[in-house]
């Protein structure tokens, strides 16, 4: 199974184009990438998509009335939609202070979603 | 009527006043940072993204996250900060200057200085300064203040978007958006290329099959109280070609067509502007045509990354420092022009002194492009680029050694930098 596929890499700004070929469910080869990251990504863009989602959640501050969130690290694009419903279902009660876990391990992903901004009460 | 005296005054306290004034005051000298919004932060407290810090701090972080870790910083070093405080005039006094803020609480407050900071960041250019034809309906903004409304204020914009033009902001706000439940039908980009970084292109575009546009442009804008639809004309040899024409039918447009450095205040000083950035002519120094004023960050020109940001605004403090200490190196100064195929190159004067930086942009999309830098006939600097294109800032490091040795002190030759 040969599978070959164009993708920018977006590991950093330089924006590499990665020709990555599809062996297995389990491996590819990556070709025009500048360094070890553009492989990872290559890898994974192709294997198990990830992305790094932020949204606001609502708090009760008078001043700062939406809480910038972030997941700690990359979520499986699958999982996206459903973790943007749930934030947006939430009130929050301030203070909170950035790097505060909101949701723990989210469906058990080993991804958290943590406060970006710290928000007085 | 409040006088705070002062060896430097911000104004501004975004990613460059910060780091300015952070630099500016680990090496001694009383600094005030002057900030019309309630806190510090800037534009970066609207940037809930992620992706900025790589080159600074080795990790990804929020806007937000980049902000208040300055922020802190700030909160940890002896300057006063002045909020919800507008600087209205810089006047020169001769021996310095002075500055003239208005506060809400405060009332008039001056502030006399040695050396003013121009760090003021940018504006949105908006529909007045690209002239689209059509109705003058509710539902047309632009993209940065439509992610202030989202992120901050809670509030959604529309519901069916077009996005007029593909910087950064637009991008971003085209996923913002997605994620919001709302449907952005396209992209409309009156270049061949698109304006924004790669990875905005990849992450907010191809994720969610929004459409771009390249070589189209908004024709008509439709719509009597609220914006009803788009004509989206194809251009042909750079003319618009109306047989092509379509329509989306949409509530709302963002327009996401360029960054204006802010200068009405710089101006007001006297200081001289260059077209090519919309920001200041600076020397070697950062120092702009008005001596004791320097300039740093997007009110210098707009960069992409606010890493650089931070990074030039260091630099910056550092000169700022040495004026105030009478301790800048006066030494002979050549000019540095943009070549072929560079729209410019910040500062616009070079001095001989070890690992001085430049950021220029490129004109061009070129892969395996090279970079030259000549002093007159001569070659100073080759350097191969993998990859360029006008919206990703390019920078080089001129050192001692590449530049020769036997050129007569105080000559007024030209660098000129140029890519091939």
Redesign the interface.
């Known amino acids: 199974m040969s599978d070959k596929n164009e993708?920018?890499c977006?590991s950093?700004?330089?924006?590499?184009r990665l020709q990555v070929t599809k062996l297995s469910e389990e491996a590819v080869k990556v070709e025009g990438n500048?360094c070890n990251r553009g492989e990872a990504y290559g890898r994974e863009e192709t294997l198990r998509p990830k992305?790094?989602?932020?949204?606001?959640v609502?708090t009760n501050s008078r001043?700062?009335?939406?809480a910038?969130v972030?997941t700690d690290k990359p979520l499986l694009?699958e999982y996206?939609n459903e973790l943007?419903k749930i934030l947006y279902t939430l009130d929050i009660e301030v203070p909170l202070r950035?790097g505060e876990i909101l949701i723990h391990n989210f469906k058990g992903l080993d991804v958290d979603v943590v406060f970006?901004?710290?928000v007085p009460g | 009527m409040k006088t705070n005296v002062y060896d430097a005054v911000v104004i501004g306290g975004g990613a460059a006043g910060m780091a300015c004034a952070c630099e500016m005051d680990s090496s001694g000298l009383k600094v005030a940072i002057v900030e019309r919004e309630?806190t510090l932060g800037g534009i970066l407290?609207q940037c809930?993204?992620?992706g900025f810090g790589?080159h600074r701090f080795k990790e990804?972080?929020?806007g937000?996250?980049y902000a208040?870790r300055y922020i802190e910083k700030v909160e940890n070093t002896s300057l006063d900060v002045f909020l919800s405080t507008t600087v209205v005039n810089i006047a020169n006094e001769g021996e310095g200057y002075c500055v003239t803020g208005y506060s809400g609480s405060e009332g008039v407050l001056l502030f006399k200085t040695e050396a003013v900071v121009l760090a003021m960041g940018c504006r949105e250019r908006n529909r007045g300064n690209i002239g689209i034809p059509g109705t003058r309906p509710s539902g047309i903004l632009t993209a940065g203040l439509a992610q202030r409304l989202?992120?901050?204020?809670?509030l959604v914009p529309g519901r069916r978007i077009v996005i007029a033009g593909s910087g950064d902001i637009g991008l971003i706000m085209a996923r913002r958006l997605t994620?919001t439940g709302c449907e952005v039908l396209g992209v409309v980009e009156i270049l061949p290329y698109a304006s924004g970084?790669?990875?905005n292109?990849?992450?907010c575009l191809k994720?969610f099959d929004i459409p771009l546009y390249l070589s189209h442009i908004i024709s008509r804008i439709e719509g009597k109280d609220r914006v009803e639809s788009v004509q989206v004309t194809p251009l042909q040899d750079g003319k618009p070609d109306i047989s092509g024409s379509f329509p989306l039918e949409c509530d709302t447009i963002l327009l996401s067509v360029g960054l204006i450095p802010e200068n009405e205040l710089s101006r007001k000083a006297s200081v001289k502007i260059n077209h090519e950035t919309g920001g200041a002519y600076v020397d070697a120094h950062y120092m702009t045509s008005q001596k004791g004023i320097f300039a740093c960050g997007n009110v210098l020109h707009v960069h992409?990354?606010v890493d650089f940001v931070s990074e030039e605004s260091v630099t910056c403090g550092r000169y700022v420092h040495q004026y105030v200490k009478h301790s800048l190196l006066d030494a002979a100064q050549y000019n540095v022009t943009p070549g072929a195929n560079v729209k410019y190159v910040i500062p616009n004067s070079f001095i001989r002194e070890a690992g001085r930086k430049f950021y220029l942009r490129s004109l061009i999309v070129k892969n395996d492009a090279e970079l030259k830098v000549m002093l007159g006939e001569q070659t100073i600097i080759k350097k191969k680029l993998?990859?360029v294109q006008p919206s990703?800032m390019i920078s080089f490091v001129l050192d001692n050694e590449a530049f020769p040795a036997s050129l007569p002190i105080g000559d007024r030759m030209a660098l000129e930098v140029s890519i091939h």
Not at chain 1, 12 to 16: A, K, N, R, S, V
Not at chain 2, 150 to 154: A, E, P, R, V, Y
């Open positions: 993708i920018i977006i950093c700004p330089i924006g590499c500048r992305r790094t989602v932020t949204a606001c609502r001043k700062i009335a939406y910038p972030k694009k996206i943007l950035r970006t901004r710290t | 309630e407290l809930i993204h992620n790589l990804e972080l929020t937000p996250e208040e989202i992120n901050m204020d809670g994620w970084i790669t990875r292109i990849v992450q994720d992409d990354i993998r990859h990703e």
